[in-house]
């Protein structure tokens, strides 16, 4: 089965960019979806088609998708992007959605 | 206001059944596809259903492929969850989350209900 590997953590200061990876076999072929989960909410989303932002998503929140890594982008982070984000894909060949393990940002 | 409420969960004995509901409201329900997603303590989500706009097509993730059955009811606008043969593991959070298509984005969550398998 197709598998997302994400890192589990990932720190930034207030102000500053924070990039946080999906890597994949060829997952550049694949179009790649953003949750994001605070603590005690239910996941939104954030990213779908690789690029596209939902409406009400600030511009802040970009993605990117090639080779074997997809990227979400947060820029001037926020204390309120603190949370849980997972990406997401389809696998044809098991007919299931997949999502990456997750990776907690941490605004520090 | 598109709104979805996740119902019936609770506490369940290993080898038990529960009967998860999911309402939904100010969409057209029958123009969607349906998931439902959990989240176990300290672990991630995980995909575990899908069902088709009119309920004629439906996948379900290994770890619950024929212990859980899902379903729908347009006319009650309403989604399901039969879980049966529950095991400590499938303690989580339920979501219920819906798509376009089964290949697209779950583009609006329930707030979920908590089961939990514990003898």
């Given at each position: 089965?197709?598998?997302l590997?994400?890192?589990?953590s990932?720190?930034?200061?207030?102000?500053?960019?924070?990039?946080?990876?999906?890597?994949?076999?060829?997952?550049?072929r694949k179009?790649?979806?953003?949750?994001?989960?605070?603590?005690?909410?239910?996941?939104?989303l954030?990213?779908?088609?690789?690029?596209?932002?939902?409406?009400?998503i600030?511009?802040?929140?970009?993605?990117?998708?090639?080779?074997n890594?997809?990227?979400?982008?947060?820029?001037?982070?926020?204390?309120g992007?603190?949370?849980?984000?997972?990406?997401?894909?389809?696998?044809?060949?098991?007919?299931?959605?997949?999502?990456?393990?997750g990776?907690?940002?941490?605004?520090? | 206001e598109v709104q979805?409420?996740e119902?019936?969960g609770?506490?369940?004995?290993?080898?038990?059944?529960?009967?998860?509901?999911?309402?939904a409201?100010?969409?057209?329900f029958s123009?969607?596809?349906?998931?439902?997603?959990r989240?176990a303590?300290?672990?991630?989500?995980?995909?575990?259903?899908?069902?088709?706009?009119?309920?004629t097509?439906?996948?379900?993730?290994?770890?619950?492929?024929?212990?859980?059955?899902?379903?729908?009811?347009?006319?009650?606008?309403?989604?399901?969850?039969?879980?049966?043969?529950?095991r400590?593991?499938?303690t989580?959070?339920?979501?219920?989350a819906?798509s376009?298509?089964?290949?697209?984005e779950?583009?609006?969550w329930?707030?979920?209900?908590?089961v939990?398998v514990s003898?």
């Amino acid at each position: 089965s197709y598998v997302l590997a994400q890192p589990p953590s990932v720190s930034v200061a207030p102000g500053k960019t924070a990039r946080i990876t999906c890597g994949g076999n060829d997952i550049g072929r694949k179009s790649v979806n953003w949750y994001q989960q605070r603590p005690g909410l239910a996941p939104i989303l954030v990213i779908y088609y690789d690029t596209d932002r939902p409406s009400g998503i600030p511009e802040r929140f970009s993605g990117s998708n090639s080779g074997n890594t997809a990227t979400l982008t947060i820029s001037r982070v926020e204390a309120g992007d603190e949370a849980d984000y997972f990406c997401q894909v389809w696998d044809s060949d098991t007919d299931h959605r997949v999502f990456g393990g997750g990776t907690k940002l941490t605004v520090v | 206001e598109v709104q979805m409420v996740e119902s019936g969960g609770g506490l369940a004995q290993p080898g038990g059944s529960l009967r998860l509901s999911c309402a939904a409201s100010g969409f057209i329900f029958s123009g969607y596809e349906m998931n439902w997603v959990r989240r176990a303590p300290g672990e991630g989500l995980e995909w575990i259903s899908y069902i088709s706009g009119h309920g004629t097509t439906r996948y379900y993730a290994d770890s619950v492929k024929g212990r859980f059955t899902i379903s729908r009811d347009n006319a009650e606008n309403s989604l399901y969850l039969q879980m049966d043969n529950l095991r400590a593991d499938d303690t989580a959070i339920y979501y219920c989350a819906r798509s376009t298509n089964p290949t697209t984005e779950l583009d609006f969550w329930g707030r979920g209900t908590l089961v939990t398998v514990s003898s």
